[in-house]
């Protein structure tokens, strides 16, 4: 099952513009994390927030956390053609540490 | 190269054959997991390792999936008598797992290419 729910399903934004993704999950988590796949790279981790922690940055990524809400935003700053990728939130609920992902957002980024 | 691989990349197989999917972690991670990705879905959990224990199976991991991680370092996932349901993308995970007073920490999971699976 999936417990996440990311919005939009699809972005399309031109080079230089910001992207913002939204994600909305079930139950309590212990921490959300966000990852870029793409056909190149395959599935590669971006940023991870713990469930204390309402925003973090990492270069041009911003990913804050509202678990009152149960939702995430990733925002990629001054996009490049490069971002152009699918993009996943997943939560960790438990001690497993196993990852639940939701369906995915795909971000086509014009040159 | 220090990162997760995984072998074969591509599996072509006909129903009914068996097929085994290797996956090497990054040397120092005690977790490994397996996930299993369809076309327009994000990867689903099927199983898990803290070093060579197998802690949990997902109820997508039937009978016919078995995986095993001897001496907690490699690790194999085996389908029998494939299905065309099989047909998917099989990823590989590993992790690391830190105990500080009062709290359990757990970090990113790094992935393999994935191995991927079609059954004629």
């Known amino acids: 099952s999936q417990q996440g729910e990311e919005d939009p399903q699809a972005l399309s934004i031109q080079e230089g513009e910001n992207a913002t993704m939204n994600c909305s999950y079930k139950?309590?988590?212990?921490?959300l994390q966000w990852y870029r796949q793409n056909s190149g790279r395959g599935l590669v981790h971006l940023i991870l927030i713990r469930s204390n922690e309402r925003e973090k940055h990492s270069g041009r990524l911003r990913v804050t956390l509202d678990t009152s809400k149960k939702s995430s935003s990733l925002l990629i700053t001054a996009s490049r053609a490069a971002d152009t990728a699918s993009y996943f939130c997943?939560?960790?609920?438990?001690?497993?540490?196993?990852?639940?992902f939701g369906k995915g957002i795909t971000l086509s980024v014009r040159p | 190269d220090t990162g997760v691989s995984q072998n074969p990349r591509h599996k072509i197989t006909k129903r009914g054959q068996n097929v085994t999917f290797r996956c090497d972690p990054i040397?120092?991670?005690?977790?490994l997991y397996w996930y299993r990705q369809t076309l327009g879905q994000g990867p689903e959990f099927l199983t898990y390792?803290?070093?060579?224990?197998?802690?949990?199976k997902s109820r997508l991991l039937s009978d016919r999936f078995s995986a095993e991680r001897p001496k907690g370092s490699f690790s194999t996932l085996e389908i029998q008598r494939t299905e065309q349901g099989d047909s998917a993308m099989y990823l590989c995970a590993s992790s690391t797992l830190r105990f500080r007073t009062g709290q359990v920490l757990t970090y990113e999971q790094y992935f393999g290419p994935g191995t991927r699976l079609t059954v004629t």
């Open positions: 139950t309590s988590i212990n921490n």
């Open positions: 040397s120092e991670h005690n977790r």
């Open positions: 997943a939560t960790v609920t438990g001690a497993n540490s196993k990852l639940t």
């Open positions: 390792f803290q070093n060579e224990a197998q802690l949990e």
